[in-house]
């Protein structure tokens, strides 16, 4: 009963109602202040913000587009100052440049890309370092903060690790094999416990075009991750990203990136190691023996689990000793059984089908084909893995599986067809150590709206009509351990909610009941929930919001919500709507939840 519920919840706010509207919306009690939106400033010299005068050389002094993963990164251990980390995963044309749009038969199309706008959209594209402090509560950015750094499509990255330098990765641009422009579409992400920012190149098969030349050997490699996918244009302007010019250039994108943020100068690191494929995220926990695990999901219909285990040791008091654990270690992949059992398989060159009669060569071409092995090892193909969160207070992790409507046969792991709404997989670690290669798994949730029994959802009896969510993305688990888990699709899936931040009840009676902490505006997903050690604040990104809606000049509606349309944050006609980082804290201050 409701007093029950009440007493083991370990969550006491009052919930938001579900709902749909052009506006954000979060508990009664809390503040949800808009931090940096589209075009805000990085840098005190950076231009204002013009949208109608757009160009390359303002747009990477400014804030970039669509704010995926945000991390947070203590300064000299204080709790009101610290580096706010933040990828910049995509771009739409149709929400950024005005009179790009022309309405044929009801349907917007987006005019040919320019060379300036494509540009643009690199700058646009990759991640944001700034400092922020809190002054009498509230957070502000520091504009002439030291650290503060805008990466790009553009910006000049290393590749290391067992990769690093293979004849697969040399273009005509870069024979060495291990020098890369730029990162894109970084999904989620993480921050190591040595305070470096971690960028997950996930769908990165949109970004080429172009025909690779007949029977070239890398045409089973690139069909296995889309590639061309031609989704941007960039490839009329860069002939990198044309695979008819460069058939390499793929090879080298699809990684997970280290950040150095403790110096704006430093080269980011494409750490070959951890494998190659559509990364969400890289969310990390210090192991009982002190080597660090890196969960990673591949966000892909069928594609599957991963887990990298360093072979170094974290040392807590010696930065510099951590900077390369992510070069030597060894990368799994996840099989769950249906008795509830589970194995990390490891993908080690030579060992079972990993080899030269199957194509391997060496270490290099297991990762960078790591699907192709991971099929052969035979992990099982699950419903979209996306950010996956360890709980060092537990031994478990949650890997949020977001949905995939092709599944035509379940399994004990999948166990729903056209799984709409997604659900929430609980790895219990053997012996709570993280580094076991053996756990038990279980469903903590399936998604979806329990009032329509055809859906299967089985949130507990507790969880309100606000409570239930479908389309788990990214996950957080706070200093006390509690889940909170924040969703991407409610909107598009006409389901009376826009997307948002839910908090998730893991222990005791409480189990499986889920409520409404704070909700987007319309066309938004909630990206990169990111609550501070100390709890008193939840930083979170509004991702392309107003997106199936109308474009900058008003053309189009939304397909899924007619008539709803939005501006948000600025409410303003010369001012197109601007996907933002958004801070939360409890009003008066205190700890949130
Ligand atoms: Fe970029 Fe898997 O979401
Ligand atoms: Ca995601
Ligand atoms: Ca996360
Ligand atoms: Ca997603």
């Given at each position: 009963?409701?007093a029950?519920?009440?007493?083991s ?43 109608r ?8 002094r ?21 580096l ?70 553009k ?25 890369v ?7 989620a992400g ?5 305070g470096?920012?971690?960028?997950a190149e ?33 490839g ?20 997970i ?56 040791r ?17 990368l ?68 949020m ?12 792991a ?22 076991a ?21 089985t ?5 309100t ?9 990214n ?17 598009m ?17 409480a ?9 987007v ?19 979170v ?5 107003g997106?199936g ?21 600025d409410?303003?006609?010369?001012m197109p ?17």
């Amino acid at each position: 009963g409701e007093a029950r519920a009440q007493g083991s919840s370990a969550f006491s706010f009052p919930e938001v109602e579900a709902g749909v509207d052009a506006d954000h919306h979060v508990a009664e009690g809390y503040d949800a202040d808009v931090l940096l939106r589209w075009g805000d400033k990085v840098f005190a010299d950076a231009p204002e913000f013009d949208p109608r005068a757009q160009s390359e050389a303002a747009q990477e002094r400014q804030f970039g587009y669509n704010n995926d993963f945000v991390g947070f990164i203590p300064l000299d251990g204080a709790t009101d100052r610290g580096l706010l980390v933040v990828n910049h995963e995509y771009t739409n044309e149709h929400l950024m440049f005005p009179n790009v749009v022309t309405l044929k038969d009801g349907e917007m199309v987006v005019a040919d890309a320019t060379a300036d706008r494509a540009d643009i959209e690199m700058a646009a594209h990759g991640g944001t370092v700034i400092e922020l402090r809190k002054v009498d509560g509230k957070w502000a950015p520091v504009l002439d903060g030291r650290l503060n750094r805008r990466i790009t499509a553009k910006t000049r990255m290393q590749l290391t690790g067992p990769a690093a330098g293979h004849d697969r990765l040399k273009t005509s641009e870069d024979p060495s094999g291990a020098e890369v422009l730029g990162t894109i579409n970084n999904c989620a992400g993480g921050v190591t416990p040595w305070g470096t920012y971690i960028m997950a190149e996930e769908n990165i098969h949109g970004y080429f075009l172009g025909d690779l030349p007949a029977d070239h050997p890398e045409a089973r490699n690139h069909e296995r991750l889309g590639v061309p996918g031609a989704s941007y244009q960039w490839g009329r302007f860069h002939k990198r990203f044309d695979v008819g010019q460069e058939p390499n250039e793929p090879n080298r994108f699809g990684w997970i990136v280290e950040v150095d943020v403790m110096d704006p100068t430093s080269v980011p690191k494409k750490r070959t190691a951890l494998g190659r494929f559509k990364h969400e995220g890289a969310e990390s926990v210090v192991a009982k023996d002190g080597r660090v695990v890196f969960y990673l999901g591949d966000d892909e219909r069928f594609d599957y689990v991963y887990k990298f285990v360093t072979n170094g040791r974290y040392n807590p008091d010696d930065r510099a000793a951590n900077m390369d654990l992510l070069d030597e270690g060894t990368l799994h992949v996840a099989r769950f059984e249906a008795d509830g059992s589970m194995r990390w398989i490891p993908l080690v060159h030579g060992e079972g089908p990993l080899t030269a009669e199957n194509g391997f060569e060496s270490q290099a071409d297991v990762l960078i084909e790591t699907r192709r092995a991971a099929d052969l090892l035979e992990a099982t193909p699950m419903d979209r893995p996306e950010d996956i969160q360890p709980n060092p207070q537990t031994g478990r992790a949650y890997v949020m599986l977001t949905n995939n409507t092709k599944r035509t046969e379940a399994d004990a792991a999948n166990p729903r067809v056209k799984n709409a709404f997604g659900h929430i997989i609980e790895i219990l670690e053997a012996d709570g150590d993280f580094t076991a290669t053996t756990g038990r798994w279980e469903i903590l949730l399936q998604c979806g709206d329990p009032a329509v029994a055809e859906v299967g959802a089985t949130f507990s009896t507790e969880t309100t009509k606000n409570g239930w969510f479908g389309m788990p993305d990214n996950a957080a688990v706070d200093a006390d351990g509690r889940l909170w888990v924040s969703t991407d699709g409610n909107s598009m899936a006409d389901t009376g909610r826009t997307d948002g931040l839910w908090a998730v009840d893991t222990e005791g009676d409480a189990r499986g009941t889920s409520r409404l902490f704070y909700r987007v505006p319309v066309g938004a997903e909630l990206c990169g929930p990111c609550p501070t050690e100390d709890m008193s604040t939840f930083f979170v990104a509004v991702q392309h919001p107003g997106d199936g809606g109308e474009d900058w000049e008003g053309h189009g509606r939304l397909s899924y919500y007619e008539d709803l349309s939005t501006r948000w944050p600025d409410f303003k006609d010369d001012m197109p709507v601007r996907p933002a980082v958004v801070a939360i804290t409890r009003q008066g201050g205190g700890r949130i939840g």
